[in-house]
């Protein structure tokens, strides 16, 4: 049977039915994201994710507008990911240590959460001043969320902003080293930094 080449760049028939299957505006984003994380945002190149999706480059066309509604996509990627989560938190009724627990748990569980695109996006957002106000903006929220939970375990508010810089900033600091260690370890410790997190501190 004879094969066409549609409009997206993919092949039509017999030969090119996989291809039309999988070759979508989710196929390039999770292909950008995967370069993105590992080299940044500046080797997110158009030509290049052809290549490697094995298309034209008027394939990416029929599905973007351009570079920057890939780079927006990207970040609705971050947004649903790594900031929904956070943001289910915020109204609702929790507090003090379940609030903690619950905060933890988004980033050690990582159903949701990609460390590697947090770090990503961090890095993006230095060259990006609307991206960075979105993190900054991501940053408040999560450290407001940690200091809710500490309030609610009685502590000052003082101390409950402390409490929370230190958790939060220990576990950007995790991600930043790239600290490699098993799923099962990673759970196995979570109670112990939680006691030592929430504990008092020593007079």
């Not at 009724?93 to 990503?120: C, H, I, M, N």
């Not at 407001?144 to 600091?173: C, K, N």
Request: aromatic content about 10%.
């Amino acid at each position: 049977m004879d094969s066409t080449t549609s409009s997206d760049g993919a092949k039509t028939g017999a030969e090119g039915a996989t291809q039309r299957k999988t070759l979508s505006r989710e196929t390039w984003l999770e292909a950008a994201r995967k370069v993105l994380e590992r080299r940044g945002i500046a080797a997110v190149k158009i030509d290049a994710l052809a290549r490697q999706l094995k298309v034209t480059r008027g394939s990416f066309y029929f599905h973007f507008a351009g570079l920057s509604d890939l780079h927006a996509g990207l970040i609705d990627i971050w947004r649903q990911r790594n900031c929904a989560p956070f943001e289910a938190l915020e109204h609702s009724e929790t507090e003090g240590q379940v609030l903690f627990e619950t905060v933890v748990r988004v980033w050690v569980d990582e159903k949701t959460f990609t460390p590697s695109l947090d770090l990503a996006i961090r890095d993006w957002s230095r060259s990006s001043r609307m991206l960075a106000t979105d993190v900054e903006a991501t940053d408040k929220l999560r450290l407001d969320l940690l200091a809710r939970a500490f309030r609610g375990m009685g502590y000052s508010d003082d101390e409950s902003t402390v409490r929370a810089r230190i958790t939060y900033l220990h576990q950007i600091g995790y991600y930043a080293v790239s600290f490699k260690e098993s799923v099962a370890d990673r759970k196995r410790y979570q109670p112990i930094y939680g006691r030592v997190l929430e504990g008092p501190l020593s007079q």
